[in-house]
């Protein structure tokens, strides 16, 4: 009986191991979970940064929205080395650093390198976008930059950009008009 009772627990055992095999072989059990993670080439140089990105500013991000996927981050422009940008830019990083995503926080001042993807800048962790604060050599090497103005356009400008002359001579063309327009019609 004690023979039986070897035969039918190594008998249990081999059957245990064929399916444990079986699972496994299927990735039911044993796989690892996926984990994904941020892998970037190296960073390339200041220079080199600047020559592939689509634009170069720096700004102070006033809001940040979006979710794991996608962040929303809008930056109020100070200075650019590399666009026409003025005012605030809306840019789009991946919501996770994970993903690449950059970490901006809102009221921080910023250093961005941003590319074009889908008509819509963006940035992650594997350009030279850093905190101001610590772009010193990026500095360095692209200069003092353009500032931006803050959109305030000085009345000095304002009198001499506005062309008084055409709305002069027109509103002068609507009373003659009028006055002719009134004395035709007294004539009746």
Not at 15 to 44: D, E, K, M, R, T
Not at 54 to 77: H, K, N, P, Q, W
Not at 100 to 118: H, N, R, V
Request: hydrophobic letters at 45%; glycine letters at 8%; one cysteine or more.
């Amino acid at each position: 009986m004690e023979h039986n009772i070897v035969a039918w627990v190594r008998r249990r055992l081999a059957l245990v191991g064929v399916l444990l095999v079986a699972l496994a072989s299927f990735g039911i059990i044993g796989a690892p979970q996926v984990a994904y993670a941020c892998s970037c080439a190296p960073v390339p140089s200041p220079r080199q940064a600047f020559e592939e990105a689509t634009a170069v500013f720096s700004g102070r991000v006033v809001s940040i929205v979006g979710d794991e996927e996608e962040l929303l981050v809008t930056v109020a422009l100070e200075r650019r080395w590399k666009s026409e940008l003025e005012g605030q830019v809306t840019l789009t990083t991946p919501g996770s650093s994970a993903a690449c995503g950059f970490p901006f926080e809102e009221g921080e001042q910023y250093l961005i390198y941003a590319q074009t993807t889908d008509g819509q800048l963006t940035t992650d962790l594997c350009s030279r976008t850093a905190r101001f604060d610590a772009t010193r050599e990026d500095r360095r090497a692209l200069g003092s930059g353009i500032p931006i103005s803050s959109g305030a356009v000085p009345v000095s400008a304002m009198t001499l950009e506005t062309p008084w002359l055409p709305i002069g001579l027109s509103l002068l063309a609507l009373v003659i008009g009028v006055v002719i327009a009134i004395g035709l019609w007294r004539k009746r």
